[in-house]
Structures are given as C-alpha cells and as structure tokens.
T-cell receptor
Framework: GQNIDQPTEMTATEGAIVQINCTYQTSGFNGLFWYQQHAGEAPTFLSYNVLDGLEEKGRFSSFLSRSKGYSYLLLKELQMKDSASYLCAVVDSNYQLIWGAGTKLIIKP | NAGVTQTPKFRVLKTGQSMTLLCAQDMNHEYMYWYRQDPGMGLRLIHYSVGEGTTAKGEVPDGYNVSRLKKQNFLLGLESAAPSQTSVYFC??????????????FGDGTRLSIL
C-alpha cells in the first residue's frame, strides 16, 4: 500500500525555527509537494521537490532524500500567521497525488 | 481573478437526498479534481478529469458521479446522500502536465453535512 507519515501536531515559539518531517512509501515517485492550509481554508502551494537536496524560498525551505523516502519542511523566523496545517503529498507512478494527513503547527508567543 | 470557485459553501442534506456541487475555474486549466477531506485523514481523490468530456475514478468514487461538459466546470453529484459522505469537499485544478510538477489550485471548499 501507499503511505505518507507526518506528525499530527507540533508546537513552536514565535521567532523560532521548526522542522516538519514527512516519510513516504509509494508506488513510484515523481515529486513531492508541500501545501499550507489555514483552518477552514483551502490548501495553498508552498514547494515542490523532485531532486534530492534543499530548495529555499524565503523563510520556508524544503528538503528531499529519495533514497530515504524522506522530506522535511523548514520554517524560519516563525510568525503567528504560520499557525496552520502543513500537508505533504507525493506524486506516484500514475501521476496521482497521495496526501498525508497533515501536521497542525501551533505557534505560541 | 477568481481562480477556483465552489458553490455552495455549506449545505445540510437528509439521508437519501441528492445534490450537485459546482466547481468553476477561470485559469484555463485542463485538469480538474474533486477531493474530500475528513478529520485525521489526508485529502482523498474522488474523481478527476484531464480534459473536457473526460472523467476518471479516483481513490473513493463510490456514491459520487461527475461531469465535465465544459472545460471550466466540473460537477460532483451525490446520487443518494449517506451520513458517511459528511465531509469537506475541495475542488482543484492544474495546468496541462508537461511533467508532474504542476501545483494544484484549490477552491475554498464545500462543507456538507448529511443527517
């Protein structure tokens, strides 16, 4: 079967750094997405990785290791508005997106 | 630029009733998708379409039907609503895939309760 694992919930402090991990076991791999979803809102695209390594985009960075089936999203200089769920999704061999259940990130002052 | 628009935003149905959820996108995207999102679970694909007049089943298609008569619209129908279909439904669209890396753009969701 196909499986995406993420922690259910994480808590961090405003101004700090947090790393949200995602491990996956899928039938094939054609890339990995990270989306942000605020409560009651639509998911919005954050990043896409298909090659190993780190992709940096402002305060957010995403890392991929295909050999380990592992990715992480790194959020720096946390702001209260970063409180949201972060969804990891893998593109499988059929080019379908397999979604993790999401990590709810709580930012405390 | 509206992006992806879903109607209605909220709906309460009784078991056995039918209804249609409408999704409209103004980005000229070829691909459109219907997902459901339930607490503690990832988004699950119900049906999708890779172009006008074509549809395909996703992971959880039972109890749902879809139609893509126009490129910009993707309709999701519930034939006979059941309490297990209580969920938040998201529509998404994406550009033609020259590779698998085109992000999906989501509507704001339809919150559906079946009593």
């Amino acid at each position: 079967g196909q499986n995406i694992d993420q922690p259910t919930e994480m808590t961090a402090t405003e101004g700090a750094i947090v790393q949200i991990n995602c491990t996956y076991q899928t039938s094939g791999f054609n890339g990995l997405f990270w989306y942000q979803q605020h409560a009651g809102e639509a998911p919005t695209f954050l990043s896409y990785n298909v090659l190993d390594g780190l992709e940096e985009k402002g305060r957010f960075s995403s890392f991929l290791s295909r050999s380990k089936g592992y990715s992480y999203l790194l959020l720096k200089e946390l702001q209260m508005k970063d409180s949201a769920s972060y969804l990891c999704a893998v593109v499988d061999s059929n080019y379908q997106l397999i979604w993790g259940a999401g990590t709810k990130l709580i930012i405390k002052p | 630029n509206a992006g992806v628009t879903q109607t209605p935003k909220f709906r309460v149905l009784k078991t056995g009733q039918s209804m249609t959820l409408l999704c409209a996108q103004d980005m000229n995207h070829e691909y459109m998708y219907w997902y459901r999102q339930d607490p503690g679970m990832g988004l699950r694909l119900i049906h999708y379409s890779v172009g006008e007049g074509t549809t395909a089943k996703g992971e959880v298609p039972d109890g749902y039907n879809v139609s893509r008569l126009k490129k910009q619209n993707f309709l999701l129908g519930l034939e006979s609503a059941a309490p297990s279909q209580t969920s938040v439904y998201f529509c998404a669209s994406s550009p033609p895939s020259r590779g698998p890396h085109q992000p999906q753009h989501f509507g704001d969701g339809t919150r559906l309760s079946i009593l």
